[in-house]
């Protein structure tokens, strides 16, 4: 009875050291000698009055401070066992070698990308380099303290489990881990508080830091982006041709040249290729979308247009009926051509025409300022969001031109003896001059800035001019009826 | 009641029963549960651990009766601890006393706004 009792307490007191478990289990045997020598009790009326051996063992394992959580073990199990060594030769083998291999390995790559950093990030300015590499460092120390924290907590958790299911006491060796721990090492020393203001900081700079990434990116964008390429693609076409493009980086230049056949000289950028093909008399450019799409070059192009550039010859005996141009991030520059229809257009560039002949022409842009330099044409229409417009020397019919943020300068239109139809500027912020345009109607708004109307000619009178702006002033001197 | 006062007190409570004389475990036990009315299985860990400090010490006395019984008695270490827990454990009980006394009346001028 006696003994049957004892046992079951030393395995409900298992996981106590052995000599710890012992003498708890020496006060019960005395405790039963006791009993039966000095008070005449029998063994059972002695566990009568004595706790169940589960009772006593919770109450004495608490008072050792052990976790209740973990259900007393009732001895080794031959099912655990083959399962811990199962797991030893099938996984551990390999999965502890490549955790702590996983760990060198972070720290390493980490700790090389924490050392490149200020190479590339010069030109953000010396103390946003600074600071991020300092910021980064202090985030790559905690990273491998945790990884190598991660590690050791793997390895005390395999091996409690090892002990758990061998019944082996373990008190000991889990608590020499722990001291392996640098968050134990960390806290001992009573550096929690410093870690915790290195965390503080590396929070804080790590907006920072992830900025900066952005801006060597960038750095580096542009610098792979100077290992450019350069192609030259040339056709051969009797008869009047069409112009097609659209690009998604870089600049578009047409001209005129003393030769015999059409030439396509690109300047790319190896991840953003353009592709060109001449069929039934129209000359393609453009990005192939597919491979833009997949390889993320937009992002490039964000970088790269800055030198990248297409430009194509036309042989100056060559006719282009049409025009049709579309860049995306690059300025469109045109000069010299007599054709039925042009149109030009780009998002993040400007638009420059020269010498350009056609019944209509439109130039568009959304960040760009357009520029139209001795433009003949029945219309005239240039819209840009956010930059300034220039018409001069030019002829035309109908002209209209629109920004939202820019000024607008139209002078030399037409002669007093040739007027053409009207003219409309309208723009946002920004002033208005005209000098020296005739035609019938104008029309010139702006809401932020000044009106200058003026033309020298006394002789032409406009049948409506119709001027506004809100916040600027109004110098408009022409004859009128 | 309090884990962290209870165990406190039942420390005090071995040292002060040692202080008087030598006992043996069960003994012990009796004694503290005469009035206390606490588990056999929370007094053995409390002097085991009060020997692994060097509080207690231990020693064999042979028996007529049966076997040799292990005998609990203070260190000097362990009188010294003793004597200091005692007086704090009366001041504290002085001033719960007061404050249980007079229904958590105190003295207004010593406590600020």
């Given at each position: 009875?006696?003994k049957?009792?004892?046992?079951?307490?030393?395995?409900h007191?298992a996981?106590l050291?052995?000599?710890?478990?012992?003498?708890?289990?020496?006060f019960?045997?005395?405790?039963f000698?006791?009993?039966?020598?000095?008070?005449?009790?029998?063994?059972?009326?002695i566990?009568d009055?004595?706790e169940?051996?589960a009772q006593i063992?919770?109450?004495?394992l608490?008072?050792?401070?052990?976790s209740?959580?973990?259900?007393?073990?009732?001895?080794p199990s031959t099912g655990?066992?083959?399962?811990v060594?199962?797991?030893?030769?099938?996984?551990?083998i390999?999965?502890?070698p490549?955790?702590?291999?996983?760990?060198?390995?972070?720290s390493?790559?980490?700790?090389?990308l924490?050392?490149?950093l200020?190479?590339g990030a010069?030109?953000a300015?010396?103390?946003l380099?600074?600071?991020?590499?300092?910021?980064?460092?202090?985030i790559?120390?905690?990273?491998?303290?945790?990884?190598?924290d991660a590690?050791?907590?793997f390895?005390?958790?395999?091996?409690r489990?090892?002990?758990?299911?061998?019944?082996i006491?373990?008190?000991?060796l889990?608590?020499?881990?722990?001291?392996?721990r640098?968050?134990y090492?960390i806290?001992?020393?009573?550096?929690n508080?410093?870690?915790n203001?290195?965390?503080?900081?590396a929070?804080?700079?790590?907006?920072v830091?992830?900025?900066?990434?952005?801006?060597?990116e960038?750095?580096?964008?542009?610098?792979?982006g100077?290992t450019?390429?350069?192609y030259?693609?040339?056709?051969?076409?009797?008869?009047?041709?069409?112009?097609?493009?659209?690009?998604?980086t870089?600049?578009?230049?047409?001209r005129?040249?003393?030769?015999e056949?059409?030439?396509?000289?690109?300047?790319?950028?190896?991840?953003a290729?353009?592709?060109?093909?001449f069929?039934?008399?129209?000359?393609?450019?453009e990005?192939?979308?597919?491979d833009?799409?997949f390889?993320?070059?937009?992002?490039?192009?964000?970088?790269?247009?800055?030198?990248?550039?297409?430009t194509?010859?036309?042989?100056?005996?060559?006719?282009?009926e049409h025009?049709?141009?579309k860049a995306?991030?690059?300025?469109?520059?045109?000069?010299?051509?007599f054709?039925?229809?042009?149109?030009?257009?780009?998002?993040n560039?400007?638009v420059?025409?020269t010498d350009i002949?056609?019944?209509?022409v439109?130039?568009?842009?959304?960040n760009?300022?357009?520029?139209?330099?001795?433009?003949?044409?029945e219309?005239i229409?240039?819209?840009?969001?956010?930059?300034r417009?220039?018409?001069?020397d030019?002829?035309?019919e109908?002209?209209?031109?629109?920004t939202?943020n820019?000024?607008i300068?139209i002078e030399?239109?037409?002669?007093?003896?040739n007027p053409g139809?009207s003219?409309k500027?309208?723009?946002?912020?920004?002033?208005i001059e005209?000098f020296?345009?005739?035609?019938s109607?104008?029309e010139?708004?702006t809401?932020?800035g000044?009106?200058?109307?003026?033309n020298?000619?006394?002789?032409?009178?406009?049948?409506t001019?119709d001027?506004?702006?809100?916040?600027g002033?109004?110098?408009?001197?022409v004859?009128?009826? | 009641?309090?884990?962290?006062?209870k165990?406190?007190?039942?420390?005090?409570?071995?040292?002060s029963?040692?202080?008087e004389?030598?006992?043996?475990?069960?003994?012990?036990?009796?004694?503290?549960?005469?009035?206390?009315?606490?588990?056999?299985?929370t007094?053995?860990?409390?002097?085991r651990?009060?020997?692994?400090?060097?509080l207690v010490?231990t020693?064999?006395?042979?028996?007529?009766q049966?076997p040799?019984?292990k005998?609990?008695?203070?260190s000097?270490?362990g009188?010294?601890l003793?004597?200091?827990?005692k007086?704090?454990?009366?001041?504290?009980?002085?001033?719960?006393?007061t404050?249980i006394g007079?229904g958590?009346?105190?003295?207004?001028?010593?406590?600020?706004?």
């Open positions: 009875m006696k049957t009792f004892l046992n079951e307490l030393r395995q007191l996981q050291e052995e000599n710890e478990r012992e003498e708890i289990l020496a019960y045997e005395e405790r000698e006791i009993g039966t020598s000095y008070e005449g009790k029998t063994e059972e009326e566990i009055e004595l169940s051996p063992a919770k109450n004495v608490r008072s050792y401070g052990y209740m959580k973990t259900p007393v073990e009732k001895g655990g066992m083959v399962m060594v199962l797991f030893d030769v099938l996984v551990a390999w999965l502890v490549m955790l702590f291999w996983l760990a060198v390995n972070l390493i790559t980490l700790g090389q924490v050392f490149s200020p190479g010069t030109n300015g010396q103390i380099s600074v600071l991020a590499m300092l910021s980064a460092l202090a790559w120390v905690l990273i491998v303290l945790w990884l190598y590690f050791i907590g390895i005390t958790w395999l091996i489990w090892h002990v758990r299911v061998f019944g006491s373990h008190k000991s889990m608590r020499m881990l722990k001291k392996f640098a968050s090492w806290k001992r020393q009573g550096f508080r410093p870690k203001v290195i965390k503080g900081i929070a804080v700079t790590l907006l830091t992830a900025s900066s990434f952005f801006i060597v960038g750095a580096s964008a542009i610098q792979t100077q450019l390429a350069d030259e693609e040339s056709y051969v076409s009797e008869t009047p041709i069409a112009i097609e493009t659209d690009l998604d870089g600049g578009l230049d047409i005129r040249y003393d030769g056949s059409i030439v396509v000289e690109k300047t790319v950028h190896e991840e290729d353009v592709d060109i093909s069929e039934d008399g129209t000359l393609l450019i990005n192939a979308f597919d833009r799409f390889t993320f070059n937009w992002l490039f192009s964000l970088f790269d247009h800055r030198d990248a550039k297409t194509v010859f036309i042989p100056e005996s060559l006719d282009v025009f049709d141009l995306t991030n690059g300025t469109i520059d045109v000069e010299g051509f054709s039925t229809s042009f149109k030009a257009r780009t998002s560039g400007a420059e025409l002949e056609s019944e209509d439109a130039a568009n842009s959304s760009g300022r357009i520029s139209l330099n001795t433009i003949t044409a219309s229409e240039a819209e840009t969001s956010n930059g417009i220039s018409l001069r030019s002829n035309a109908t002209i209209e031109l629109r939202s820019g000024h300068t030399r239109i037409n002669t007093a003896e139809a003219f500027t309208i723009t946002s912020n920004g002033s005209a020296n345009v005739y035609t109607e104008a010139l708004k809401t932020n000044n009106i200058d109307f003026e020298e000619d006394r002789s032409h009178r406009f049948t001019v001027y506004h702006t809100t916040n002033n109004a110098h408009v001197d004859p009128r009826d | 009641m309090d884990k962290q006062l165990k406190g007190v039942l420390q005090l409570c071995v040292l029963l040692l202080s004389r030598d006992m043996y475990g069960y003994q012990l036990y009796q004694h503290i549960n005469a009035t206390l009315a606490i588990s056999e299985s007094t053995y860990p409390i002097l651990k009060l020997v692994g400090k060097g010490d020693y064999l006395e042979p028996s007529t049966g040799a019984r005998y609990f008695t203070l000097d270490k009188r010294l003793q004597e200091t827990l007086k704090e454990w009366q001041t504290f009980k002085q001033n719960v006393d404050l007079t958590g009346e105190h003295n207004e001028e010593d406590i600020p706004e």
